[in-house]
């Protein structure tokens, strides 16, 4: 998004080429002081932060927290390395990251289901489902489980699951828009929003309308160590930012004026962010019970193991995974409030 979950897939290919630097060079936090590594610039995937920062959420835990602006290397190789003891993640940057050895793990799924999906322009009406997207241009961001994805849904819709792709990063939506491409993944809760402000209204394929499995659009990683060493501080952060989304979903509008007051000058289109912030309150953030950051096995499973099966999960050496993972071992509810 111009902000959103679906840019940090550009994120995670260009940050790859740096993680054995970041390694070597893993930083020691020798402070009391938690970092949280951002994927974008400030947007509504970020507004628990947000919440729990201008609301004290953090201040009252007596925690001193960082923010450590988007800089091209992945949240997930920042925590992973020891730059940044927490991060915005999703559940597929995660799992590729802890395939290839990254000690990390989900403490907090701030979106229970995906929030992207196929977008083409609202007058193509020679794409009324995916298997019309065979033969046509993809606009992407250069992430292999993200082609994986794709090609099953225009499988799963009858097509074969062959078109064109040009890797262009935050071009591509303008390359739908004007377009010199057929078709990109958007974030519904931003480029969606984004496009209908502008004028150039899209339409969506949701991937689990084409029976493809469900998963956590956002998360949170912490660095597993660090995790081990102080788990008083641990829980008090994570529990601290689960209030901060929980707030994001109660109270929308309240939560997207911190995201703003936090942020002054950053967003040239205001309601782009309360908008946004009520859609993912409408339809992503709660759990069955109206909970906000809880995960499960099933759902970890469900498309992770979708990643396995199709060999775009790595091992440390490059080379595709020949066990499959336990799944449980990717995320942890254990540091969430009790409900």
């Not at 507004?47 to 800089?71: I, K, M, R, S, W």
């Not at 940044?84 to 940057?93: D, N, P, R, V």
């Not at 480029?191 to 084409?210: L, N, Q, V």
């Amino acid at each position: 998004m111009g902000g959103g979950a679906v840019k940090k897939l550009l994120a995670l290919a260009v940050s790859a080429v740096s993680i054995a630097g970041l390694t070597a060079c893993a930083q020691s936090n020798d402070s009391d002081t938690i970092r949280f590594a951002l994927d974008w610039t400030p947007n509504t995937n970020h507004t628990g932060l947000y919440v729990a920062l201008q609301e004290g959420y953090f201040a009252d835990a007596g925690l001193d927290v960082e923010v450590l602006p988007y800089n091209n290397t992945s949240p997930d190789t920042l925590v992973d390395s020891g730059n940044a003891e927490f991060g915005i993640s999703t559940q597929s940057s995660t799992a590729f990251a802890k395939a290839a050895g990254a000690q990390i793990v989900s403490v907090l799924a701030p979106l229970q289901h995906w929030a992207t999906g196929i977008g083409v322009r609202a007058d193509r009406d020679d794409i009324p489902s995916p298997r019309a997207l065979d033969g046509k241009t993809y606009a992407g961001f250069g992430d292999t489980g993200e082609q994986a994805t794709l090609r099953q849904v225009v499988r799963n819709d009858g097509g074969a699951g062959e078109y064109e792709t040009v890797v262009l990063g935050t071009s591509a939506y303008e390359a739908v828009y004007s377009g010199t491409a057929d078709f990109t993944v958007s974030y519904f809760a931003w480029e969606g929003i984004e496009a209908e402000h502008s004028g150039t209204p899209m339409k969506y394929f949701d991937y689990t309308d084409y029976g493809f499995p469900d998963a956590y659009a956002i998360t949170i990683s912490g660095n597993e160590n660090w995790l081990a060493d102080n788990p008083e501080d641990a829980t008090k952060f994570v529990q601290a930012l689960q209030r901060g989304y929980q707030l994001a979903a109660d109270d929308p509008h309240r939560a997207a004026q911190d995201v703003i007051d936090a942020n002054p000058g950053a967003f040239t289109d205001e309601n782009l962010v309360f908008e946004s912030q009520q859609m993912l309150a409408d339809s992503y953030m709660k759990d069955a019970s109206g909970t906000v950051g809880t995960q499960n096995l099933d759902k970890w499973a469900a498309y992770s193991k979708f990643l396995y099966d199709n060999g775009v999960l790595v091992d440390e050496s490059g080379a595709p995974l020949t066990s499959e993972p336990d799944w449980s071992t990717y995320f942890t509810d254990d540091y969430l409030a009790d409900q």
